[in-house]
């Protein structure tokens, strides 16, 4: 989908992909205001042919009842874990669905899905589910904005979980801010682009980075940077979701890498370096999210450097530029692959941002190059979002404040769209 498109809303015809097959959706609905949005998402679903069943705790039954949802998608509405019949519900609930979907989801929810919490059927079921989770928060603003709500979203989304909205805007409650439940439309058009699982990247290798590196000074101490790998994550959760075998070279993250890709964990950028060039040979798109320090120490101590020997002059040399030498050094890749680089820089105007990726992506000799601002606490380092320009061969598309898992889908799509037209060459 090109980056700026917006859809449309659904008509009520049954979509191609379940003319055969039953899909089926859990419907996890918890207790907010927007919770009778979801009826709407649910109907959506179910006349376009998905077999939906809800879920629902006990504070969302406040808002809407058991038998709408039961009615709307033909199905008894689940909220207890131990049925009358003696069936585990979670147990069963989970291995048999293709997509889970929480909607509204509060900032409670989000605190107990962080923490593997499994206090009722809809946390239960959610900790056994392995089908990729769609969360849609709706919450007041104050709550969506607290550092305790990010950091809990930055953990499901390094797991792989994919966030759509909150909007900003009016809120149910009065209020006016972000926190606002997407429109349903918008939850069913996400819901369906899980489903399709994309598979354009199938057959390809892809070598992702993610992460910085760490640069010792003695045994102890390192220069390091504040990377904290989610944007690589992302990056390489969306290949992998596209059908690709990706390898994930990683330097220093407190995060747990995502699954089903090969891991290769790096310390400092000749590491990093080293692991790279082994995996680039044979990569059909090579994707440099890593930041990698530009200089090192020049030696590093053996033993800890004491404080009584007074303070250090550190001699910095630089590290080998990874990125420039792949882009300058076409022997040392695949015939016909792409190069995809990254430039952290400290400016938010779009303009300036896409002249600086225009640049480092000739300097690096990069096909692609996507500058994000790090310069405020919502894009960069650490953040959940990322405000970036992806600078291509036509040119520069601005991709605006986005999830990173949103940045990485748009990432995939440009490279997708350079390999088909290489293909089409
Ligand atoms: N990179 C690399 N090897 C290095 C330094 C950076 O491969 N030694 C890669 C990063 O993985 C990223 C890109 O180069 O894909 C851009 O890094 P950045 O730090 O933004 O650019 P620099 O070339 O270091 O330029 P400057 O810091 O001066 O802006």
């Given at each position: 989908?090109p980056?700026?498109?917006?859809r449309?809303?659904?008509?009520?015809?049954?979509h191609p992909?379940?003319?055969?097959a039953?899909?089926?959706v859990?419907?996890?609905?918890?207790?907010?205001?927007?919770a009778?949005?979801?009826?709407?998402?649910?109907?959506?679903?179910?006349?376009?042919?998905?077999?939906?069943?809800?879920?629902?705790?006990?504070?969302?039954?406040?808002?809407?009842?058991?038998?709408?949802?039961?009615?709307?998608?033909?199905?008894?509405?689940?909220?207890?874990?131990?049925?009358?019949?003696?069936?585990?519900?979670?147990?069963?609930?989970?291995?048999t669905?293709?997509?889970?979907?929480?909607?509204?989801?509060?900032?409670?929810?989000?605190s107990?899905?962080?923490?593997?919490a499994?206090d009722?059927?809809?946390?239960?079921?959610?900790?056994?589910?392995?089908?990729?989770?769609?969360?849609?928060?709706?919450?007041?603003?104050?709550?969506?904005?607290?550092?305790?709500t990010?950091?809990?979203?930055?953990?499901?989304?390094?797991?792989?979980?994919?966030?759509?909205?909150?909007?900003?805007?009016?809120?149910?409650?009065?209020?006016?801010?972000?926190?606002?439940?997407?429109?349903?439309?918008?939850?069913?058009?996400?819901a369906?682009?899980?489903?399709?699982?994309?598979?354009?990247?199938?057959?390809?290798?892809?070598?992702?980075?993610?992460g910085?590196?760490?640069?010792p000074?003695?045994?102890?101490?390192?220069?390091?940077?504040r990377?904290?790998?989610?944007?690589?994550?992302?990056?390489?959760?969306?290949?992998a979701?596209?059908?690709?075998?990706?390898t994930?070279?990683?330097?220093?993250?407190?995060?747990?890498?995502?699954?089903?890709?090969?891991?290769m964990?790096?310390?400092?950028?000749?590491?990093?370096?080293?692991?790279?060039?082994?995996?680039?040979?044979?990569?059909d798109?090579?994707?440099?999210?890593?930041?990698?320090?530009?200089?090192?120490?020049?030696?590093?101590?053996?033993?800890?450097?004491?404080?009584?020997?007074g303070?250090?002059?550190?001699?910095?040399?630089?590290?080998?530029d990874?990125?420039?030498?792949?882009?300058?050094?076409?022997?040392?890749?695949?015939?016909?692959?792409?190069?995809?680089?990254?430039a952290?820089?400290?400016?938010?105007?779009?303009?300036?941002l896409a002249?600086?990726?225009?640049?480092?992506?000739?300097?690096?000799?990069?096909?692609?190059?996507?500058?994000?601002?790090?310069?405020?606490?919502?894009?960069?380092?650490?953040?959940?979002?990322?405000?970036?320009?992806?600078?291509?061969?036509?040119?520069?598309?601005?991709?605006?404040?986005?999830?990173k898992?949103?940045?990485?889908?748009a990432?995939?799509?440009?490279v997708?769209?350079?390999?088909?037209?290489?293909?089409?060459?």
């Amino acid at each position: 989908m090109p980056l700026a498109a917006k859809r449309t809303a659904l008509g009520s015809r049954r979509h191609p992909r379940f003319m055969s097959a039953r899909v089926r959706v859990l419907l996890c609905v918890t207790g907010g205001i927007a919770a009778y949005k979801v009826v709407e998402v649910a109907r959506s679903l179910s006349e376009l042919g998905c077999d939906v069943t809800v879920v629902m705790t006990r504070s969302a039954e406040l808002f809407v009842g058991r038998q709408t949802f039961a009615s709307v998608t033909g199905r008894e509405v689940v909220t207890e874990i131990f049925a009358d019949s003696g069936e585990v519900a979670h147990v069963e609930l989970a291995r048999t669905t293709d997509l889970v979907v929480l909607a509204p989801a509060t900032a409670h929810t989000l605190s107990r899905l962080a923490i593997g919490a499994a206090d009722d059927l809809l946390s239960a079921t959610l900790l056994m589910v392995r089908s990729p989770l769609l969360i849609v928060p709706a919450m007041h603003t104050e709550m969506w904005e607290h550092p305790a709500t990010q950091a809990n979203c930055a953990l499901l989304s390094a797991r792989g979980a994919r966030f759509l909205g909150p909007a900003s805007g009016p809120l149910l409650s009065g209020d006016s801010g972000a926190g606002r439940m997407v429109e349903p439309s918008e939850v069913v058009n996400a819901a369906l682009d899980l489903l399709k699982a994309p598979s354009e990247l199938a057959g390809l290798r892809v070598l992702v980075t993610a992460g910085g590196t760490q640069e010792p000074i003695d045994p102890v101490r390192f220069i390091g940077n504040r990377s904290s790998g989610l944007m690589g994550f992302a990056l390489a959760s969306e290949a992998a979701r596209r059908g690709a075998k990706v390898t994930l070279v990683v330097g220093d993250t407190s995060l747990r890498p995502p699954s089903g890709v090969d891991l290769m964990q790096v310390r400092t950028a000749e590491d990093m370096r080293t692991a790279v060039l082994e995996a680039a040979s044979d990569a059909d798109v090579i994707v440099k999210a890593a930041a990698v320090a530009d200089f090192r120490p020049s030696r590093a101590a053996t033993k800890k450097l004491k404080k009584a020997a007074g303070a250090p002059s550190v001699e910095l040399v630089p590290t080998p530029d990874i990125l420039k030498e792949l882009g300058h050094n076409p022997r040392l890749r695949k015939a016909g692959s792409l190069l995809v680089g990254f430039a952290a820089e400290t400016e938010s105007d779009p303009q300036e941002l896409a002249r600086l990726a225009a640049d480092k992506r000739t300097s690096k000799g990069a096909d692609l190059l996507v500058a994000n601002d790090v310069s405020s606490s919502d894009s960069g380092f650490g953040a959940r979002t990322n405000r970036a320009v992806i600078a291509g061969p036509e040119g520069s598309v601005d991709a605006g404040l986005v999830t990173k898992t949103n940045l990485a889908e748009a990432v995939m799509d440009e490279v997708v769209r350079l390999l088909k037209g290489r293909a089409d060459a």
